[in-house]
């Protein structure tokens, strides 16, 4: 039996790694359970690591992964992705074309930057199909990844990252940003009153920060699509 803290860190932690590809950092642990210290993190990831819930892997960063789920929880399937940056529209993007095989057509709406700035795409190049269970409700697009600043997220340069048109965003969630009307980028997404922080996943990028009016955000990272 898992105490409701227990159960509460195991449901966050299994929708970020289900969500973006990796653990949440034990700030954002500590943030969403509202705790005032990290201490009380380690407490509750030992005494899930000792039910066997979650495992602690050696010489990697946010080394944790789950193990099992109690019933309480539903599993859920799907893509997780990560951390990036990217490029995105003003203009409404073409509506996602059904298939027959179990995957749908997006329009691949250009490149989206990693690093240097990449001015905007308003037009759809081509279509990308992508599998049906990647996408939701609610529009989506595709757009191709140039740079490294969010390799540290999982995400590298070429890979097509899978968006969800949404103008709303919370706290850790990886979105596409138009900055000052004319810059697009996908970062990690951060509030703190009116400043909003753009988040790299690689040490060589700084965080960047702007005012809430200097930033729009244009739609929510769900998925990634890699060649080999």
């Known amino acids: 039996m898992l105490t409701k803290k227990q159960l509460d860190l195991l449901e966050f932690i299994h929708k970020r790694v289900q969500r973006d590809g990796v653990p949440p950092s034990f700030d954002e642990m500590k943030e969403a359970l509202d705790l005032r210290s990290k201490s009380g993190i380690h407490r509750l990831i030992t005494a899930l690591e000792e039910r066997g819930f979650i495992r602690r892997l050696a010489h990697r960063a946010r080394a944790l992964e789950i193990v099992k789920l109690p019933d309480a929880m539903q599993v859920k399937t799907g893509f997780t992705p990560r951390v990036i940056d990217g490029d995105k529209p003003d203009s409404t993007p073409a509506a996602a074309i059904q298939v027959e095989n179990g995957s749908v057509e997006l329009p691949m709406m250009g490149r989206i930057a990693a690093g240097v700035p990449i001015e905007a795409i308003s037009e759809a190049s081509r279509n990308v199909s992508v599998p049906q269970s990647m996408v939701g409700a609610g ?40 900055v000052e009307g004319h810059e697009a980028t996908l970062k990690r997404f951060r509030r703190n009153g009116s400043a909003i922080a753009l ?30």
């Open 139 to 178: 529009d989506h697009y595709a757009l191709e990844v140039k740079g490294d600043s969010m390799i540290e997220a999982g995400i590298n340069d070429g890979d097509v990252v899978v968006i969800r048109e949404t103008s709303v965003a919370d706290n850790g969630d990886i979105v596409v940003a138009l």
């Open 199 to 228: 988040e790299a996943a690689n040490p060589a990028y700084e965080t960047r920060v702007f005012r809430d009016d200097q930033v729009k955000v244009q739609g929510r990272l769900v998925g990634l699509i890699r060649t080999y």
